[in-house]
């Protein structure tokens, strides 16, 4: 990891003595400034962060809820804003900034409903948080477990009612069984202590996601999202020919759908040879959302 101040100094240095120095040094510093100084020299002080970049060490740039950002964003100053810094934040990756940009909104979605440029974000690659086969659950509970009191029995049915196999519901169940509960205990206290926690959480997130979709506007939402999310959740796996599209929509539009259902964690694909997709639910959980949400 870069040295920060080392970095900071050297993009002051980059900018020079101009009025824009002292907006970077405000930014950099926490310390107040006008939002219009900064609006009359972004452009000066974003090229200056790449030309560091250049050349010094680049730092590594991590943004938690970034999607969350960009919509609060464009809330309070407008789409085109936004744009803009995406378009400086693609520069620094060019100069060689690393970014790990999370979010619990999906910025295909967003970008759709307000007109954001989406070649701004089409050099950063997907790191999506897979749920664990179901081999590694069970050897993520046996390392978890005492052997002395822990069967093969005990991790058969924690995982037959965990259903799910994130990390964290399995930590979660851990945590409510304990030491002493057995198998035959298991299904009353993933009833009363386990499911209705976490899967509301989660349950939650996607019914607020699923709900968005409202606002892309063309009824997106019921004309095409929500035939192709029937069309996956009704069957294993679904060939992307199989997908409905509305006589209003193109096989274009379509993708563009799959992808904002992918990216928010509804469906998933693999793709073979042929360079064929086959749709899946995005997860265990997300195909336990759909028998619970109503919607089929």
Known sequence: MPNRKDFLQKTLDVV???????????????TPFEETTLEAYWQIVAQAIARASKEGTP?????????????????????????????????WRGAGVRMLLTGSIGMK?????????????????????????????????????????WTAGHTDEFLKQSGVFYPCFLVKGLLEVGNKAQPQDFATIFSERVRPHLHADFFNQFDRRFKAYSALGDNRREELLLPALKAVMAVETCRGEELPCAP??????????????????????????????HWKAGSRLAKNWWKRSGLA
């Open 16 to 30: 020079g003595k101009s009025p824009a120095k002292t907006v970077l040094d405000a930014l950099t510093n926490g």
């Open 109 to 149: 979605a967003l970008s759709r409903q307000h007109g954001l440029n989406s070649e701004h974000l089409n050099d950063l690659q997907p790191f999506p948080v897979p749920e664990l086969t179901e081999e590694q659950a069970r050897e993520f509970v046996q390392q978890a477990t005492d052997p002395s009191s």
């Open 248 to 277: 209003a929509f193109d096989r274009i539009d379509l993708m563009e759908a799959m992808e904002m259902l992918v990216e928010d964690g509804f469906v998933d694909f693999t793709e073979d040879a042929d360079y064929e997709r």
């Open 59 to 91: 730092p590594i740039l991590i943004i938690d809820e970034f999607s969350t950002f960009m919509h609060n964003l464009i809330n309070k100053h407008g789409a085109e804003k936004a744009d803009r810094l995406l378009a400086s934040m693609r520069e």
